[in-house]
Structure formats: structure tokens, C-alpha cells
């Protein structure tokens, strides 16, 4: 039984295949400006490296994220917020707050034990902690997204961004350097300043262990151990890589679908 999942965001696009309840193959790449293109381009990607041929192999295929209405071979589309709870859960059965970190807006998720969501909290009007928001400082501070995490986690004197909107926050990044502020004590406190913001969303669903984060900022080490101080528990580290885990959850949920139809 073979499913797929396709998840395209503002910055990726994300497919997995799922083969009897495992994961045979995932793609991940930059996305394009049209999304239907980089849902085709992730699909067929995931299919060679899982030796099919064609789409025709999947017998059901869940479209999410931001570009769901636009993956033009999905048997239907799902929220984002679902699939990442799903996914999550399924890697992490204890999990139980979710925080989606995507490339343009954060979530945070409250599941039961069998992945339902319970409640959720969006922040997509600003893009201050989101996946653009850290590329467009790793810019500014010319160091790359592995940079800024590796300086995080050196960062003895962690500097006060007190702006919360993206843009004020790069200005009085820039001042900072021009004061000469040491850059890993600003980097420090850029995510210290991003780790704040989500511990307020996550006060507003309520903290309930295990935390695990999802999308292409999970991969950054110095937020997750930024966020682990403020929220004041263990995130858990997920067995696959966070950024599949939307793509993943629609695989899940692809499988369901079949099997109910079967």
C-alpha cells in the first residue's frame, strides 16, 4: 500500500512516500514561484529515489501547507496544522505541544495521545522567528543559517533585541554590530528574542510535555536550546528530519484515506 504526502511551503516543498506504514523515500527543495511546479518537481524526486516510475504507484496522495490548494495530483488537501500533529505524534508518540516553525509564519499545536488537534495558535502577520526572518539575518550578519546557530550556542553576554517586528529587529541587529557588540552575543540574543515569542504562544495553547519542533528552524540548535530555557522543559529531538514532518503527517493520513476506501 503505497501513499504519498506533499507539503508545499513559501520557502520548501517537502514530499514523502510511505510504503505499508514506512518511509521508502523523501524529498526536500527549494520552492519555486509557482507551486504546482515545486509539488511535481518534490513528488517525482521522491518517487526515482523510492525506484517507482510514475504517480500512478501511490494509490493516494494528501496535498498541505501553504500551496496545498495547488498540488494538482492530491486526492484532496489537509491543514498544515493537522498533518504536523500527525506526523509529529507518529514519530514521537509522547508528544503533546507541537511548534511548527515554517518558512514564513509559526504554529503551535496542543494533540491529544492519538494526534488530534486539540487547540492552536498562529502567528502569520509578522515575519519576526520564521524561516525568512533567520535567512534574511544570517545576511546581515554574513555567517549562514549554520552560522547563526553555531554562534547562538557561543554567545556568553546575549544581547536585548527588544523588536518584535522582523524588520525593526534587523536595524537594531545592524546598530548592534555597529557598536561593536560581540556577534555571538547578539546572534545569542536574536534567538533569545525568537525563543520569547514562542514561549508566549505556547502559554496561550497551555505547556503540556513532551515538545517536539517541526520545520526547517528545528534544525537550528541554538534556538531549540534557547527555547528549551525559556520554556523550561526538554524539546525532544524527532528520528526523521523535523522539515518532512507536515509531508509525513499527509502520508499518514494519505494511508487512512486508502484503507477506509479498501
Request: charged fraction near 20%.
Amino acid at each position: 500500500m503505497i501513499v504519498g504526502g506533499c507539503d508545499i511551503g513559501s520557502a520548501t516543498g517537502k514530499a514523502v512516500i510511505m510504503n505499508n506504514g514506512t518511509i521508502v523515500s523523501y524529498t526536500i527543495i527549494p520552492s519555486t514561484t509557482k507551486p504546482e511546479l515545486t509539488a511535481r518537481m518534490a513528488m517525482d524526486a521522491a518517487i526515482e529515489k523510492a525506484g517507482l516510475s510514475s504517480l500512478g504507484n501511490l494509490g493516494y496522495i494528501v496535498g498541505t501547507g501553504y500551496g496545498r490548494l495547488k498540488v494538482p495530483f492530491a486526492n484532496e488537501n489537509i491543514s498544515e496544522i493537522t498533518c504536523h500533529a500527525r506526523g509529529a505524534q507518529w514519530l514521537c508518540p509522547t508528544v503533546r505541544t507541537v511548534i511548527d516553525i515554517g518558512g514564513q509564519d509559526c504554529k503551535v499545536t496542543s494533540i491529544s495521545d492519538s494526534g488530534k488537534v486539540l487547540e492552536f495558535v498562529m502567528n502569520d502577520r509578522c515575519a519576526a522567528g520564521t524561516g525568512r526572518f533567520f535567512e534574511a539575518m544570517a545576511r546581515v550578519l554574513s555567517c549562514g543559517l549554520e552560522g547563526l546557530s553555531t554562534l547562538s550556542l557561543q554567545g556568553k553576554n546575549p544581547a536585548v533585541i527588544s523588536s518584535q517586528c522582523s524588520v525593526f529587529a534587523e536595524s537594531e541587529v545592524i546598530t548592534l554590530v555597529n557598536e561593536g557588540v560581540d556577534l555571538a552575543d547578539i546572534v545569542a540574543g536574536l534567538h533569545n528574542s525568537v525563543a520569547g515569542r514562542l514561549n508566549s504562544m505556547v502559554g496561550k495553547v497551555g505547556l503540556v510535555e513532551d515538545v517536539a519542533i517541526t520545520g526547517g528552524c528545528a534544525k537550528n540548535e541554538g534556538l531549540v536550546k534557547a527555547l528549551e530555557a525559556k520554556l523550561r522543559v526538554k524539546v525532544k529531538r524527532l528520528p526523521e528530519d523535523p522539515q518532512i514532518v507536515g509531508a509525513l503527517g499527509a502520508a499518514l493520513i494519505a494511508r487512512e484515506k486508502l484503507d477506509k476506501k479498501s
